[in-house]
C-alpha cells in the first residue's frame, strides 16, 4: 500500500475506512496467490464464486499453505470482522468508538510485538521516544489504521519470500515500527 493510498484511507468516515482498508487487504492476497500460482488455475479460483473469493477463504488459505504466520493470520480476521461490523449494520452512528468495534480493535495483535519488546527493552532516549509514540497508536482507529499498514507490508513480503510465514516477533517489531514512522510522517492535518 503506498502512502497516498494509505493517507486517502485516513480521511475517510470510520465505516469507509474499515471497508477499504479490509478491501487493500483483500486485494493483497490476491495478488499474493496471483504471484505463487499458475495463472489460469488462480483467476479461476479467485473469482466471485471460485475457491478463494471470499476475504476469509483467501485468509484461510494463506495460512494453510503457510504463506502468512499465524498472527498475521489472526490480525486479518480481526480486520473482516471489523469491516463486516460496519458494512452489514444499518446503524450510521457505528464508528471505532462503539464499543463493540473498540473491543474488536483492541485485539488486533499488531503493536503488542512492538509493546512488548519496548516493555523489556533497557530504557533509553530512543525507547522513551518510542513510548511516547506507542501511546498515540492505542485508539481503535489508529491502531487498525496501523494493522492495515503492517499486514499490507508482510503480505507484500510474502509474495516474494516463501519463508515469511516464519517471521518472529522481531521481524514484526521492524514492520511495526517502519509503519509507526510512516504514519507519523504522513499524518493528516
Not at 7 to 27: C, I, P, T
Not at 169 to 177: E, G, T, W
Request: proline share 4%.
Amino acid at each position: 500500500m503506498n502512502l497516498d493510498s494509505f493517507n486517502s484511507m485516513r480521511k475517510e468516515s470510520d465505516r469507509a475506512a474499515a471497508v477499504l482498508g479490509a478491501a487493500f487487504l483483500d486485494s493483497a492476497l490476491g495478488e499474493l496467490f496471483e504471484s505463487r500460482c499458475r495463472p489460469r488455475v488462480t483467476a479461476d479460483m479467485l473469482r466471485a464464486n471460485g475457491v478463494l473469493g471470499t476475504f476469509s477463504n483467501r485468509i484461510r488459505m494463506a495460512y494453510a499453505i503457510g504463506w502468512i504466520a499465524e498472527d498475521t493470520h489472526h490480525d486479518l480476521h480481526i480486520v473482516r470482522k471489523i469491516r463486516n461490523e460496519f458494512a452489514h449494520h444499518q446503524d450510521h452512528s457505528l464508528s471505532f468508538a462503539t464499543p463493540s468495534i473498540a473491543d474488536t480493535a483492541r485485539e488486533l495483535l499488531v503493536l503488542r510485538a512492538v509493546e512488548d519488546t519496548v516493555a523489556t527493552t533497557v530504557t533509553s532516549p530512543i525507547d522513551d521516544a518510542l513510548r511516547e509514540r506507542l501511546e498515540r497508536f492505542k485508539p481503535p482507529r489508529v491502531r487498525f489504521d496501523l494493522a492495515i499498514m503492517v499486514l499490507t507490508d508482510v503480505i507484500e513480503v510474502a509474495k516474494g519470500d516463501p519463508a515469511v510465514a516464519s517471521t518472529d516477533a522481531r521481524s514484526a517489531v521492524a514492520f511495526a515500527k517502519r509503519s509507526m514512522e510512516n504514519v507519523l510522517r504522513s499524518r493528516p492535518t
